[in-house]
């Protein structure tokens, strides 16, 4: 009988309430002023999984061009759901920095 391992996740997710008031150009607007608040820029905006999350915006941020590592974020407007994903596997500087975004980005929701 060989040992059954529990899957571990790639990621996980650092989630942030908001009101179903918020809009996609609100969010732009929180989510650029945290990206420069935090010393990271946005490498890359599209959508997230349009099946499940259809009309959401993704972003990617990164501290510089040609440094490994990047953290996404997600909002999606018609479920009112925002996070963050870090995967397991970024480099340490991806885990130290998320939450600081993540606080950065609450504090100005906060603040609408």
Known sequence: MGSFMAKQKKSYDLEISIGDELTKETMMGVVER????????????????????????????????????????????????????VRNNEPEWVHETAPLLLKTLKEDLAGL
Request: proline content about 4%.
């Open 34 to 85: 945290a990206a420069k608040a935090t010393g990271l820029y946005i490498s890359h905006i599209g959508g997230y999984s349009r099946v499940k999350y259809p009309n959401s915006v993704h972003w990617h941020f990164k501290r510089h061009k040609k440094e490994p590592g990047l953290i996404d974020a997600t909002f999606w407007e018609e479920g009112a759901k925002f996070w963050l994903v």
